[in-house]
């Protein structure tokens, strides 16, 4: 992974983790310790599936520029779809607090799509590739006058 890219996982994973931290504080004290361990896995599952979609969006948008937009647009879709599967397997569950579960989850995703814009929108990206080859001169290729 290119140092770019690591750049722009910790600008967004950070933010997350540390939201996900305060979720957990609040749920330890609104739910007890069930509620913390809710916030706890909800925290690190947004971390886990919106980490992996980054990676397979900056690798889409190096190896196949031409379908970045709707790589992105299907990737986004498919992991709300995902985190509602999620929440909605976990309704009904005893390990930890549902609704800190799916509070923390809704917070975390929130914070991470605003931290990801966030870091696209600070991140000096090039328009145009530059030439590797910017100290040659152009051979003249046609008849000498």
């Excluded at 996900?20 to 886990?48: E, F």
């Excluded at 879709?77 to 930890?96: G, M, P, S």
């Amino acid at each position: 992974m290119p140092s770019n890219d690591v750049r722009t996982l910790l600008r967004v994973a950070v933010p997350t983790a540390v939201a996900g931290a305060i979720a957990v504080a609040i749920s330890a004290l609104v739910a007890g310790g069930k509620g913390a361990v809710g916030a706890v896995v909800a925290t690190l599952i947004v971390i886990l599936f919106m980490g992996i979609g980054l990676v397979v969006l900056e690798r889409t948008a190096k190896s196949l520029p031409h379908l970045f937009q709707a790589m992105g647009l299907m990737l986004y879709t498919a992991q709300i779809l995902l985190l509602f599967i999620f929440v909605a397997a976990f309704k009904n569950t005893t390990l930890f607090n549902p609704k800190a579960f799916a509070i923390t989850l809704v917070a975390a995703t929130l914070v991470w799509i605003a931290a990801q814009t966030r870091a696209h929108m600070k991140a000096k990206i090039l328009y145009v590739e530059p030439d590797p080859s910017e100290g040659k001169k152009p051979e003249n290729k046609g008849p000498s006058s």
